[in-house]
């Protein structure tokens, strides 16, 4: 699979960064209330290294929306294909922003209307403000925002750049358990071959115990036959 249509001829690898199937966010909210702690958390380290991905490649104009953003059956995020409407990553970045707080607050601004960013927490209300900067220079690139959501400083060239990705997708990526462990059927612990053999071995042991013990009683008593006691 290529970029649909974005990768203008590049000789892109095949990855699901923009995909046509998924569940836009705009639904995703409107049926189920906007995101919250790690949930909220894990969508924009995701969009944020989809975006990045995307820009290193040398994609940008992603006309980023929540009805574009398109969360996958394990909460994987992925953009809708689409034509551009700009060169500049730095306007993506801005996008981000105003679909993170759509994301928090379930309210899209319109023309001319600012978001009310006082409902957000304060550490994504400071991502948000530093994405929202009028000159599009001093707005973080999309690398730096993954590094800032990872806790890590911002990556000088592109080979610490694609470690960051490489961090984040990981953390991102839906535990799912080797094939192996899927046929795999706990053995009860009464059918396992050593407890019955152990079983077997604490019958017979009690078997012989009560036996020396009849035999013990009887020569006791005295009541022993003829020839039931071996002589010496």
């Known amino acids: 699979m290529d970029f649909h249509g974005w990768s203008d001829g590049l000789a892109l690898r095949p990855r699901d960064y923009l995909a046509s199937g998924g ?7 409107r049926s189920e209330g906007p995101f919250r702690g790690e949930t909220l958390y894990l969508l924009a380290l995701g969009t944020a290294a989809t975006m990045a991905r995307l820009h290193l490649a040398g994609i940008a104009g992603l006309r980023l929306g929540p009805d574009n953003v398109l ?5 994987q995020a992925s953009f809708a294909p689409g034509p551009r409407d700009s060169e500049f990553p730095s306007h993506d970045v801005r996008a981000w922003a105003e679909v993170m707080v759509f994301a928090a607050t379930g309210q899209e601004a319109g ?5 009310d960013l006082d409902r957000l927490l304060p550490a994504l209300r400071a991502v948000v403000d ?3 900067r009028p000159d599009p220079e001093c707005r973080p690139t999309a690398a730096d925002l993954v590094a800032i959501l990872l806790g ?5 060239h592109r080979a610490a750049a694609e470690r960051l990705l490489r961090e984040a997708e990981s953390r991102l990526r839906p535990h799912r358990p080797p094939a192996y462990e899927e046929s795999l059927v706990a053995v009860p612990l009464w059918r396992r071959p050593a407890f019955l053999a152990g079983v077997a071995l604490g019958l017979a042991v009690v078997a012989l115990l009560a036996g020396a013990v009849v035999l013990v ?6 009541n022993v036959p003829a020839g039931a006691v071996p002589h010496g």
Do not use: W
């Open 23 to 29: 569940r836009p966010l705009l639904d995703v909210v």
């Open 71 to 75: 969360l996958g059956p394990y909460g």
């Open 111 to 115: 023309p001319g209307e600012e978001p």
């Open 130 to 132: 530093e994405c929202r």
């Open 152 to 156: 890590r400083p911002a990556p000088p």
């Open 217 to 222: 009683s009887a020569l006791a008593a005295g």
